[in-house]
C-alpha cells in the first residue's frame, strides 16, 4: 500500500497569519487521521511562520499515527526534535526567504554534518529521511551518510507546464527511485503534488509514502479536510510500485 502523510503546516499558516488560537492544528491532524492518513507532517521552520514547538509536543502527544518532523539540520531544532521523539525526520534545506522549499538538500556537499544529525537522531530512536532532488550524486551521499530513507522532491515535475520537461523530470524520478531501491533506501516523495499531477506521480516505482500538504489544504476550503484526504487516498489506490521484497 502507498501511504499518505498529511503535511498540515498550512492549518497554522491561517492561525498565525491573524495571530489567533485558531484554526487547531492538533485538531486538523486529527480530522485527517480519522479520514485514513497513514502519518501527520509538520515542518518546524527555524523562523517559526506556521508551526510553533508547542504544536509539534501537542501532535506527538495525541496522535495516533506517526508524526514526520520536517526541519533543516539546525542544532536547536534537532535538540527540539530528540526531546519530541516524533517516528520519523525529514531533513530539508531551508532559507528564510523562501515562500516554499524550493529544491532539495545538497547531502554531497553537507555530507558529515549530515551524518552527526543523523546519527544524533538515531540514536533517539528517530527514522531519518534525506529530502533529495532526483540525482543519483545525492542518492548515494545519503547512503553514505547512513539515511535509511529519501524523499524525492517532485516539485520540478509537478510545477513544469511544457511537456517534454515535465517528461525528462518524470524520468529523472523514476530513474532515481529505482536506483536509491537499488542501493537499499526506502523512497518517499513530496512536494506539489495534487490531484492533477498523482496519476503521474503514481507511475515512480519503488515508493512508501507520498507527503502531500498544500494541495490537501487548499481543496478542503471546497470540500472539508475530511473529503480532501479522502480524495487524495482513493486517488492514490491501486498502486504496484514494484518493490523490493
Do not use: W
Not at 45 to 62: A, F, G, P
Not at 93 to 109: A, H, I, M, Q, Y
Amino acid at each position: 500500500m502507498l501511504k499518505l502523510g498529511v503535511n498540515i503546516d498550512h492549518v497554522a499558516t491561517l492561525r498565525q497569519v491573524r495571530g489567533t488560537f485558531y484554526p487547531d492544528v492538533l485538531a486538523a491532524g486529527q480530522v485527517c487521521e480519522s479520514a485514513g492518513a497513514h502519518g501527520i507532517t509538520v515542518h518546524l521552520r527555524e523562523d517559526r511562520r506556521h508551526i510553533q514547538v508547542e504544536d509539534v509536543y501537542k501532535l506527538k502527544k495525541n496522535l495516533k499515527v506517526s508524526l514526520n518532523l520536517e526541519m533543516a539540520n539546525n542544532p536547536e531544532i534537532a535538540d527540539i526534535a530528540v526531546d519530541v521523539r516524533p517516528c520519523e525526520v525529514c531533513l530539508v534545506p531551508e532559507k528564510r526567504e523562501e515562500l516554499t522549499t524550493e529544491g532539495g538538500l545538497d547531502v554531497v556537499s553537507q555530507k558529515k554534518e549530515i551524518r552527526q544529525c543523523i546519527a544524533l537522531l538515531e540514536k533517539a530512536g528517530i527514522i531519518v529521511s534525506l529530502f533529495i532532488d532526483p540525482d543519483r550524486g545525492q542518492v548515494e551521499a545519503a547512503v553514505d551518510a547512513g539515511a535509511p530513507y529519501i524523499e524525492l522532491h517532485t516539485g520540478a515535475f509537478c510545477g513544469e507546464a511544457d511537456v517534454v520537461r515535465r517528461n525528462q523530470e518524470l524520468k529523472r524520478l523514476m530513474d532515481a527511485a529505482v536506483y536509491a531501491d537499488k542501493l537499499g533506501l526506502k523512497v518517499n516523495a513530496g512536494h506539489g503534488i495534487n490531484l492533477e499531477t498523482l496519476p503521474d506521480v503514481m507511475k515512480i516505482p519503488c515508493l512508501y509514502t507520498l507527503n502531500i500538504g498544500h494541495s490537501i489544504i487548499a481543496r478542503a476550503l471546497f470540500a472539508g479536510l475530511e473529503n480532501a484526504v479522502k480524495e487524495m487516498l482513493a486517488g492514490m489506490s491501486g498502486y504496484d510500485g514494484g518493490r523490493r521484497q
